[in-house]
T-cell receptor, first 116, second 111 residues
Framework: ETGVTQTPRHLVMGMTNKKSLKCEQHLGHNAMYWYKQSAKKPLELMFVYNFKEQTENNSVPSRFSPECPNSSHLFLHLHTLQPEDSALYLC???????????????FGPGTRLTVL | QKEVEQNSGPLSVPEGAIASLNCTYSDRGSQSFFWYRQYSGKSPELIMSIYSNGDKEDGRFTAQLNKASQYVSLLIRDSQPSDSATYLCAVGPTGGFKTIFGAGTRLFVKA
């Protein structure tokens, strides 16, 4: 248990559905991340939030919409996804200190998403 | 050129042997380096971080960093079957939040 929780753990959705993934961190960290992990491919950074402000958007399609209401919660809203979006979606958090990059990230268990 | 390169494996070692996992990176300005372990069906777990040249030891794990050669490695001594997993090398930039992950090396420890 890393102190980062994600719900749901598994999600099956059709291409016309709208769903949301939720992440919560109990570590007092100031940065939160969404990653996509597909089979045989490296982890792909999708979004980064630092103190609730989005600092990275890694050219992610608009059918993925992040929301960070506070530094402990992160959502990923999904709509009109494609079958190739099926993957493991991982949330992570870290404590970032200004002026250094000692960015140890702690991951949640992930949401296994299947798009039919 | 991939930003962080790892041999995909699988790397197979007998129980009790030393497993050596290697990683190279392209950004010469990188400042932070991490090794994560990921069991099948699970999320990555941070096992080592290293920030300066040389060796860093933690139990059976030793991380080695050579910034001049842009090379980082992980040694696992007295390998156990429970060490069988995919090991991800990750490299952080000079400041900022964008950590780049390698595709991982699968390690199999034979009992």
């Amino acid at each position: 248990e890393t102190g980062v929780t994600q719900t749901p753990r598994h999600l099956v959705m059709g291409m016309t559905n709208k769903k949301s993934l939720k992440c919560e961190q109990h570590l007092g960290h100031n940065a939160m991340y969404w990653y996509k992990q597909s089979a045989k491919k490296p982890l792909e950074l999708m979004f980064v939030y630092n103190f609730k402000e989005q600092t990275e958007n890694n050219s992610v399609p608009s059918r993925f919409s992040p929301e960070c209401p506070n530094s402990s919660h992160l959502f990923l809203h999904l709509h009109t996804l494609q079958p190739e979006d099926s993957a493991l979606y991982l949330c992570a958090s870290s404590q970032v200190v200004s002026g250094n990059s000692y960015n140890e990230q702690f991951f949640g268990p992930g949401t296994r998403l299947t798009v039919l | 050129q991939k930003e962080v390169e790892q041999n995909s494996g699988p790397l197979s070692v007998p129980e009790g042997a030393i497993a050596s996992l290697n990683c190279t990176y392209s950004d010469r300005g990188s400042q932070s380096f991490f090794w994560y372990r990921q069991y099948s069906g699970k999320s990555p777990e941070l096992i080592m971080s290293i920030y300066s040249n040389g060796d860093k030891e933690d139990g059976r794990f030793t991380a080695q960093l050579n910034k001049a050669s842009q090379y980082v490695s992980l040694l696992i001594r007295d390998s156990q079957p429970s060490d069988s997993a995919t090991y991800l090398c990750a490299v952080g930039p000079t400041g900022g939040f964008k950590t780049i992950f390698g595709a991982g090396t699968r390690l199999f420890v034979k009992a």
